[in-house]
Nanobody, 120 residues
């Protein structure tokens, strides 16, 4: 059974850092592009970052470019999102998603989400 589990969320002050992890099981993870998305209260879900299966391609949302870095360790079946210089507007539930395409989306599997709160 394919499963994605996010961890690493929490409360941090403006300017701080967090590293989110997305642990995958139940499928050949290294073949799958994996994306991070977030949703703030009252707002639509937005794409944050995405990485191809072997990690050669990444893309980022405009609001996080230069601050967030996505990476993966296929030996550990895990994708990471390093978030630096956090801002209150980064607050939201962060989800990872797999089995899709970084350019076209269409991710089939989603984790349960992890809450990130950035205090001002």
């Amino acid at each position: 059974q394919l499963r994605l589990v996010e961890s690493g969320g929490g409360l941090v002050q403006t300017g701080g850092s967090l590293r989110l992890s997305c642990a995958a099981s139940g499928f050949t993870f290294s073949y799958s592009a994996t994306g991070w998305f977030r949703q703030a209260p009252g707002k639509e879900r937005e794409g944050v970052a995405c990485i191809s299966g072997i990690g050669g391609y990444t893309n980022y949302g405009d609001s996080v470019k230069g601050r967030f870095t996505i990476s993966r360790d296929n030996a550990k079946n895990t994708v990471y999102l390093q978030m630096n210089s956090l801002k209150p507007e980064d607050t939201g539930v962060y989800y990872c998603a797999a089995v899709g395409n970084c350019r076209q989306g269409g991710f089939a599997y989603w984790g349960q989400g992890t809450q990130v709160t950035v205090s001002s």
